[in-house]
């Protein structure tokens, strides 16, 4: 891998697209040492210091999937995928339709050998501590209890080159600790994660083990993750929204202007701008998927993580975790 | 019905039993317009001003739900279900086991003639709008799509009469809104619920509408319903820590405390104890569920559901609601 890595970036992909995309791919080829690729409509990205490859679809955030990538073959999806594929980027990242950007990676980079299904990892902020990977986290919706133990060993993987942690804990997401709570899949699942070597497996955890320190990596289906994913958003900018509310009311005074003040770096911490979006794991290459509300700064997190992610060679770490 | 209805009390379930459950069933008892019964073991009671019913074992939250309730004839569980049983009272409230608290209330209540399976329905709290209910929270983890389309009809019975929402906007969890997005189960349900007479039902709901005015009331199986909840607790716990924590700070000056009293209305509110505890739903009279760690104001507030969930006739609202 040469010295400064190449990102391709969606620049079609998200709310924002392609401005906030275009400033944000440019803010990170100025700062983070990497090389930045836009992929997209040419006249719709306008004047940039970027490289541009020409793709001249777009698959929008309400497109099937599936049938988009098949149907699209010079969207900005596909393109971005081909050119991992070709060697000409290191990794890929878009803010655009989630599903898309699955389909796009898995026939554009293909699988890695071995691994059954795909899943998206997420990053979960935690206050005061570190954070969990949840996954899946909205590839595949019905899942089988094989692919959840390929999802610990891809989980736990990314967790240590992404976090560096050690050993991460490893949790089965159920509703109660106890090896016989859960549903079918759960339940079938426990004793393969149990037999399980290489990955540190602390058996079934709860919702509310999410966002606390007792768990690294926790595992499920793609629906019940990204119904956990949703939940949390929208709990956390219920309450954001209820306290920032309270303490905004003109009647509330000084101190409550000062307190603002105290709680914006929580309120950073957990903006899923913050994250630097989630990561496609079992694919071929690196494949970060952005929130469809990405802003600059969100690309630049996003890229950032493309960058580790290649430089710590994820890829072929999650290709000996599965041989083993 | 008389005036002054009876309400059960499992005086030896959740962790603060049975000292903070009394003074709660006896605060009940002198404010609410109630009677109060006590079901547990007379000398671990001690003195009180309310009627015990002797009940001589305990189901302790560890244990196996369906074998204790069948093995413990005399468990305040199973005899405190006999009781609204036999009519002697209006409802039951119990902060132990709920999985044992969902079977003796099917076993000595029975299900009501026509529902395939009782449903646990929780209320979350939505800072400055109306709450959410949820079900099923955690009765039964693996669900057929059918069960769904009673769980959205018990479910909107109870939302009128607990809350007076005239036509319940009822939404099914699921991972996108359009009809084909989800997993078997939902994809199944989906056609089920819409050509459905008699209930609001708004079509899929995501994990992030549950916390906001968009929907009243949320129909998935228990499993997932019963990870969302705690992921619910957990979440609101992480951040109400953080905010506090980051309020309470010695360095943080007298502003800060000023808007921990601008918040604490808001803590207030998102506290499980505030709610009322969970309802079984689909049994025949009225099934209240503290959460484990209710003190005695949680169990104030958990009678007076079941007071006016016996007072609205709920349970012949629901016969009424799945025999249309």
Redesign the interface.
Known sequence: MSARPTIALDAMGGDNAPSAIVAGGEKAASELGVDVILVGRRDEIGETTLPVVEASEVIDMADDPARSVRGMKDSSLVRGAELVRDGAAAGFVSAGNTGAMVAASLLRMGRIKGIARPAVATTIP???TTPTVLLDS?AI??CQPQWLVQFAQMGSAFASRRFGYESPRVGL???GEEESK???L?KEAHPLLAELDGINFIGNV???????DAVDVVV?????G??????????????????F???A?PD????????LG??A??ANE?DPDTSGGAMLLGVDGVSIIGHGSSNAVAIVNAIAVARDMAEAELVSAMRSAIGR
Chains 1, 2 share one sequence.
Do not use: H, Y
């Open positions: 935690v206050p005061g909205g919706a019905d997401l159920s509703i859960g549903n079918e759960v709860e919702g509310r083990d999410i966002m606390s499920i289906d793609g629906f019940t990204n119904v956990v994913l949703k939940t949390l958003e929208g709990a956390l900018r219920s309450l954001v929204g209820a306290v509310g309270a303490l009311d509330a005074g000084e101190g409550a202007a000062s307190a105290l709680l770096p929580l957990l």
